[in-house]
């Protein structure tokens, strides 16, 4: 399996599925690719998916995320991102590495830990997925018990919450009820495309404090 790994090349905007892949292959696979890699992994089942990103899916990534810890700073809430960590859990048989993910209400569970280990840890409270290449795998995330699922996909933003097991489509995030992120993070990750990153967040920040004096 290795051996065919080593040979395989994603382009950007490409993924490469791989069955019958047993777990321990799957820790071979991620041991091999490393931690500083361009790719990201899915797991489900026995089926990898390999998918490597287009440069806009990464500029996406990086505003939306920024934009999410302007938020929380400006409500002074402690968290803790960890981008495209490996999640996973051998007893589900699955793994999952987001474009980016943040541990809030939880945070100070993992707080100073290097490793974690889902069968003893939670999972994070946000995860961000960028859907420019449609690569998000919702039933991994609903396993993994993660609360809620950002999809971003063709400029729109859609807040999935667990409920039960399963997600639904909310007009609202639950880590930031009174704020219509909806509307408001499309809007701004627009704006950086046109007045630049700084300014835009400048912004941001300034409308999160306006929201906060009317609450």
């Known amino acids: 399996m290795l051996l065919e790994l080593s040979r395989i090349t994603v382009p950007p905007g490409q993924r490469v599925l791989l069955s019958n892949v047993s777990w321990q292959e799957f820790e071979a696979i991620l041991e091999d690719l490393g931690e500083h890699r361009g790719s990201r992994v899915a797991y489900d089942d026995g089926t990898l998916e390999i998918m490597t990103p287009l440069p806009e899916h990464e500029t996406s990534k990086e505003l939306v995320s920024d934009l999410v810890k302007a938020l929380l700073e400006e409500l002074d809430i402690e968290f803790c991102p960890l981008g495209s960590t490996t999640f996973k859990n051998e007893e589900m048989n699955k793994g999952i590495e987001p474009d980016n993910c943040f541990?809030?209400?939880?945070?100070?569970?993992?707080?100073?830990?290097?490793?974690?280990?889902?069968?003893?840890?939670?999972?994070?409270?946000?995860?961000?997925?960028?859907?420019?290449?449609?690569?998000?795998?919702?039933?991994?995330?609903?396993?993994?018990?993660?609360?809620?699922?950002?999809?971003?996909?063709?400029?729109?933003?859609?807040?999935?919450?667990?409920?039960?097991?399963?997600?639904?489509?909310?007009?609202?995030?639950?880590?930031?009820?009174?704020?219509?992120?909806?509307?408001?993070?499309?809007?701004?990750?627009?704006?950086?495309?046109?007045?630049?990153?700084?300014?835009?967040?400048?912004?941001?920040r300034a409308w999160v404090r306006e929201q906060l004096g009317k609450a």
């Open 103 to 204: 541990y809030i209400q939880n945070e100070a569970a993992v707080r100073g830990k290097n490793r974690l280990d889902l069968t003893v840890d939670p999972p994070p409270d946000l995860a961000l997925e960028i859907d420019v290449t449609s690569r998000t795998h919702p039933s991994i995330y609903e396993a993994l018990g993660v609360p809620e699922l950002w999809r971003f996909e063709n400029g729109k933003l859609q807040i999935n919450v667990l409920r039960e097991g399963q997600y639904i489509k909310c007009e609202s995030s639950p880590n930031f009820p009174n704020f219509p992120l909806i509307e408001v993070i499309p809007q701004y990750l627009s704006q950086c495309r046109t007045l630049g990153r700084n300014k835009t967040m400048k912004a941001f």
